[in-house]
């Protein structure tokens, strides 16, 4: 991300989405209410990811940003537990952001963890030794949260002209779907959130469960039915009078999809953040990616080999959201719980005059 990344938007969220921030800091890192410095950490089940940013005129500033795959949740379906490798990735990484953190003066703070801390039988002892070792007391949300600081980041993506959105946000070991739209009668409004459910199904534990390296049209039909079947009683109750909707979503499969869409020689979240694509580039961009070898997906610029054996994983599950809700276009959201808890934070010291 940019160093002078400004995000924009309109007037309050839905009062569902405005519940009180729990912020757990170590002693190093303590809260300090009113300070112009802010800093959210999202500690996924594959990446770890940090946005520090200042309040502005028109929305926030971010001053710095850190993201690195590190892939916390590897094995964890199997095992049950996070490993000793992933957990040295991880204190790794964060110990990057704590000097992140501490070198932009940050004092106001949300770090949170995810999916893999949720449902692992050692996250408590992994958690105790990154605090001991990083200063770093992470707060572990559940999933009801994780899909309302989806909506908070990526609401300012909702057509302005529609009535709301379908939005999704695929993880490394679970995917948030919202049902967002605006009260009828009253089309300059925000949307809100009238539904939302979260499957225990993301990027890695598929690719685990279904192999991600070699993968088939076979074994990719096979990733699509097990997510459907997992969306489908959702899609059921939710799934009715999509007119004026479009699907919304945030996560590194769809941005990385644009890129590959936009011919990008090199990722730029410039050129990603808010386009639109529609369904048959879709599909002809997943297309591509299935007739690409692995080590051609490794070699891609806007994969790597990061994320070369989990791309069609997440391919797989926007193609069981698409069937889910038939939508004509998508628009790809480069951002996401890291914005929504600047966003929340700011917002409760009355420190955010837009967005």
Not at 119 to 143: C, H, K, Q, W
Not at 194 to 212: C, D, N, Q, R, Y
Not at 214 to 221: F, G, K, L, M, Q
Request: with cysteine; hydrophobic share 40%; proline share 4%.
């Amino acid at each position: 991300m940019n160093d002078d990344t400004r995000l924009r938007d309109g007037p309050g969220l839905a009062e569902e989405l405005q519940r009180p921030v729990a912020v757990d800091t170590a002693p190093e890192l303590s809260r300090t209410p009113g300070t112009s410095v802010y800093a959210a950490l999202d500690l996924g089940t594959n990446n770890c990811r940090l946005l520090i940013a200042c309040p502005s005129d028109d929305g926030f500033r971010v001053v710095d940003s850190f993201s690195r795959i590190i892939r916390l949740g590897e094995g964890i379906s199997a095992t049950g537990r996070i490993s000793e490798a992933a957990i040295e990735r991880a204190v790794a990484a964060l110990s990057v952001c704590r000097d992140k953190i501490e070198a932009r003066k940050a004092k106001r703070l949300r770090l949170i963890a995810t999916e893999a801390c949720r449902a692992a039988s050692n996250a408590d002892r992994f958690r105790d030794r990154v605090a001991a070792e990083t200063g770093i007391a992470l707060e572990v949300i559940d999933r009801e949260t994780e899909a309302a600081l989806a909506v908070i980041g990526c609401s300012p993506l909702v057509d302005a002209r529609g009535r709301g959105a379908i939005l999704f946000d695929i993880g490394g070991g679970s995917t948030e779907l919202v049902r967002i739209e605006r009260d009828p009668g009253e089309p300059n409004t925000e949307p809100r959130s009238k539904a939302w459910m979260s499957i225990p199904l993301g990027v890695v534990t598929l690719a685990e469960h279904f192999g991600g390296r070699d993968v088939t049209r076979e074994s990719y039909r096979r990733m699509v039915a097990e997510v459907a079947r997992h969306v489908a009683p959702f899609a059921a109750e939710h799934g009715r009078d999509l007119r004026d909707m479009h699907l919304l979503g945030t996560s590194g499969t769809v941005t990385t999809l644009a890129g590959i869409h936009l011919n990008l020689a090199r990722y730029d979240r410039r050129r990603v953040d808010g386009i639109w694509m529609n369904g048959a580039e879709i599909t002809t961009t997943i297309d591509r990616l299935l007739a690409m070898s692995y080590q051609e997906r490794a070699s891609n610029h806007c994969i790597s080999v990061d994320r070369a054996d989990l791309v069609l994983a997440g391919c797989a599950i926007l193609d069981a959201i698409r069937s889910a809700f038939p939508l004509p276009r998508l628009r790809v959201a480069d951002r996401g719980l890291r914005e929504g808890m600047l966003v929340e934070m700011m917002r409760e010291d009355g420190a955010l005059r837009a967005f």
